[in-house]
T-cell receptor, first 112, second 113 residues
Framework: RKEVEQDPGPFNVPEGATVAFNCTYS??????FFWYRQDCRKEPKLLMS???SGNEDGRFTAQLNRASQYISLLIRDSKLSDSATYLC?????????????FGTGTQLKVEL | SQTIHQWPATLVQPVGSPLSLECTVE??????LYWYRQAAGRGLQLLFY??????ISSEVPQNLSASRPQDRQFILSSKKLLLSDSGFYLC????????????FGSGTRLTVV
């Protein structure tokens, strides 16, 4: 079983739609969680952190369910510029440091 | 905030040639540093991480090695490249203080021919 699993997509949605991505992780000792965005042939960039209480940043809402080891990202009112690959990322402490494990990403295509 | 300098942006190397990719970090001290590889159409794979000078942990057996000669310098090397070493190599840094400070360099796209 992969440490972090995501539906690869692609999700093709019209502009203005609401779209949700899900992610599951296998290591219950994981400590912190993130969504990153990666544009084609570019480096990943932090979109938002994910908290158990849920957090919102404009059109983006992230949620964590530790009991189910499940993370979600909701994008409302999709824009063309939201087209990208969204990476679910889990952080674990190990050997005195921290290690990020990435899902393979979910591709989003927002269309006119 | 942290800035990561990574070079070169693109590299084409023949099989069997050596490799050296360098990453330097500004804006933080004693960062955790990471080398990731992303093969075409696949996710990011952690190759090495370092919590301090001279401290390297390897995640997967491979044809590559890493070194950290200075606090904010992280180098990825190979003595002889294989075709399977092709990919997008990304250096990342996590500064001290807080869980939000993961920053990536702009990456090196390596093609082994």
């Amino acid at each position: 079983r992969k440490e972090v699993e995501q539906d690869p997509g692609p999700f093709n949605v019209p502009e203005g739609a609401t779209v949700a991505f899900n992610c599951t992780y296998s290591n219950s000792a994981s400590q912190s969680f993130f969504w990153y965005r990666q544009d084609c042939r570019k480096e990943p960039k932090l979109l938002m952190s994910v908290y158990s209480s849920g957090n919102e940043d404009g059109r983006f809402t992230a949620q964590l369910n530790r009991a189910s080891q499940y993370i979600s990202l909701l994008i409302r009112d999709s824009k063309l510029s939201d087209s990208a690959t969204y990476l679910c990322v889990v952080n674990q402490r190990t050997g005195g440091g921290n290690k990020l494990t990435f899902g393979t990403g979910t591709q989003l295509k927002v269309e006119l | 905030s942290q800035t990561i300098h990574q070079w070169p942006a693109t590299l084409v190397q023949p099989v069997g040639s050596p490799l050296s990719l360098e990453c330097t970090v500004e804006g933080t001290s004693n960062p955790n540093l990471y080398w990731y590889r992303q093969a075409a159409g696949r996710g990011l794979q952690l190759l090495f991480y370092s919590v301090g000078i001279g401290q390297i942990s390897s995640e997967v057996p491979q044809n590559l090695s890493a070194s950290r000669p200075q606090d904010r310098q992280f180098i990825l090397s190979s003595k002889k490249l294989l075709l399977s070493d092709s990919g997008f190599y990304l250096c990342a840094s996590r500064g001290t203080g807080g869980s939000y400070g993961y920053t990536f360099g702009s990456g090196t796209r390596l093609t082994v021919v």
